[in-house]
């Protein structure tokens, strides 16, 4: 048989090795969850303004401080890893946040998100504003780890 005998290849279109996208992996109502996916930057960011004038209208009287001004700035111009590092940290001490937050949570979540703040708290926090070799995406990859563990 010679090489003018063989069957003719037919190739296939490039499109059909195109990936398919992945299915979601977060719950679509879990606030923390979408927090962490960087596709839901602008959530953050207005999650961050919303907690940021909560902040000022209960703490400072309705007034804005220094403090609260340069926050804003920054999240109004920051990356996700940025954004989502201070919301974080407005988690940990904005109760109208973390009402939210829990109201977004789902009911078998709830004991998950309940842990991850506890430990927020008391360890990931404090180890962030004390320990400087500590960046926002390490502080940021602890938060999600805890997360998934609690």
Same mark, same amino acid.
């Given at each position: 048989?010679?090489?003018?005998?063989?069957? =003719?290849?037919?190739? &296939? +279109?490039?499109?059909? $090795?195109?990936?398919?996208?992945?299915?979601?992996?977060?719950?679509?109502?879990?606030?923390?969850?979408?927090?962490?996916?960087?596709?839901?930057?602008?959530? =953050? *960011?207005?999650? &961050?303004?919303?907690?940021? #004038?909560?902040?000022?209208?209960? &703490?400072?009287?309705? %007034?804005?401080?220094?403090?609260? *001004?340069?926050?804003?700035?920054? #999240? #109004?111009? %920051?990356?996700?890893?940025?954004?989502?590092?201070?919301? /974080?940290? /407005?988690?940990?001490?904005? +109760?109208?946040?973390?009402?939210? =937050?829990?109201?977004?949570?789902?009911?078998?979540?709830?004991?998950?998100? %309940?842990?991850?703040?506890?430990?927020?708290?008391?360890?990931?926090?404090?180890?962030?504003?004390?320990?400087?070799?500590?960046? #926002? %995406?390490? $502080?940021?990859?602890?938060?999600?780890? /805890?997360?998934? &563990?609690?």
């Amino acid at each position: 048989m010679t090489c003018a005998h063989k069957a =003719v290849r037919t190739t &296939v +279109p490039h499109a059909q $090795f195109t990936p398919k996208p992945a299915a979601r992996r977060c719950n679509p109502h879990d606030l923390v969850e979408r927090a962490f996916d960087s596709e839901h930057r602008e959530l =953050v *960011r207005r999650l &961050v303004h919303q907690s940021l #004038a909560s902040i000022e209208a209960v &703490v400072f009287r309705g %007034a804005e401080t220094p403090q609260t *001004r340069q926050l804003r700035l920054a #999240a #109004a111009s %920051a990356d996700h890893t940025v954004l989502l590092c201070i919301f /974080l940290c /407005l988690l940990n001490v904005d +109760p109208g946040l973390k009402q939210a =937050v829990m109201l977004s949570a789902t009911a078998t979540n709830k004991h998950k998100l %309940a842990g991850m703040l506890l430990h927020l708290r008391s360890t990931l926090v404090v180890e962030f504003f004390t320990d400087e070799s500590v960046s #926002a %995406a390490g $502080f940021n990859h602890a938060c999600e780890d /805890l997360y998934i &563990v609690s």
